[in-house]
Nanobody, 126 residues
Framework: VQLQASGGGLVQAGDSLRLSCAAS????????MAWFRQAPGKEREFVAG????????YYEESVKGRFTISRDNAKNMVYLQMSSLKPEDTAVYYC????????????????????WGQGTLVTVSS
């Protein structure tokens, strides 16, 4: 699986931005697609995840109600719609895919994901 993230940029606080992740190669219907982010000097953290099959979604607490993850199975695309952006959302955002099913308790760990995109930078100015 190859993942290509795009859509990052410089925006102002309160703005919206949509990130896209294109998946190519073999994909697994039982897998989880996720977005992680890493801010300068901080560890990489889970942002949101979605199951290819069924579409169940999961969010990190600080983005609930502001971010929406979605997928287009026909196009092998995953999106992260980000609204009401805050300066603390500034980070490099990565899309990732597991190889198969992931138990809920492991969903937010980056060790659950085998395939990673190259990252796209989101900068939110105050």
């Amino acid at each position: 699986v190859q993942l290509q993230a795009s859509g990052g940029g410089l925006v102002q606080a309160g703005d919206s931005l949509r990130l896209s992740c294109a998946a190519s190669g073999r994909t697994f219907s039982s897998s989880i697609m996720a977005w992680f982010r890493q801010a300068p000097g901080k560890e990489r953290e889970f942002v949101a995840g979605i199951r290819w099959s069924g579409g169940n979604t999961y969010y990190e607490e600080s983005v609930k109600g502001r971010f929406t993850i979605s997928r287009d199975n026909a196009k092998n695309m995953v999106y992260l719609q980000m609204s009401s952006l805050k300066p603390e959302d500034t980070a490099v955002y990565y899309c990732a895919s597991s190889r198969g099913p992931v138990i809920l308790s492991y969903l937010r760990s980056d060790r659950a994901y085998v395939y990673w995109g190259q990252g796209t930078l989101v900068t939110v100015s105050s």
